[in-house]
Nanobody, 126 residues
Framework: QLQACGGGLVQAGGSLRLSCAPS????????IGWFRQAPGKDREFVAA????????RYADSVRGRFTISGDKAKNTVFLEMNSLKPEDTAVYYC?????????????????????WGQGTQLTVSS
């Protein structure tokens, strides 16, 4: 299981950091992704990283504003979100799955992930 937390209410232009930690396993050799789902919209990819080397991929909508990173000592993945916009409002989910592909494009989809967190709400006010 994954535990995602850190959501909340923030004003536009503000910052927030989400965290994601596994229960009962470590992230070794896993890909970790963040997705989000706004009301009435499909779930969309936000960012992904490979635990082993820290390489990352971002959705165009968040590139340059969000940073995904891992803390190996804490076995936790973070999503640092800056310059937040009202359109970032959504429930954010972290997910993890075994790294079976060297293609980041593969991890922009939901199917490679076999463990999902419960979601944490981010609301950005204008």
């Amino acid at each position: 299981q994954l535990q995602a937390c850190g959501g909340g209410l923030v004003q536009a232009g503000g910052s927030l950091r989400l965290s994601c930690a596994p229960s009962g396993f470590s992230f070794d050799n896993y890909a970790i992704g963040w997705f989000r789902q706004a009301p009435g919209k499909d779930r969309e990819f936000v960012a992904a990283t490979w635990w082993t080397n820290g390489r990352a991929r971002y959705a165009d909508s968040v590139r340059g504003r969000f940073t995904i990173s891992g803390d190996k000592a804490k076995n936790t993945v973070f999503l640092e979100m800056n310059s937040l916009k009202p359109e970032d409002t959504a429930v954010y989910y972290c997910a993890t799955g075994p790294r079976t592909s060297d293609s980041f494009t593969y991890y922009e989809h939901s199917s490679p992930y076999d463990s999902w967190g419960q979601g944490t709400q981010l609301t950005v006010s204008s």
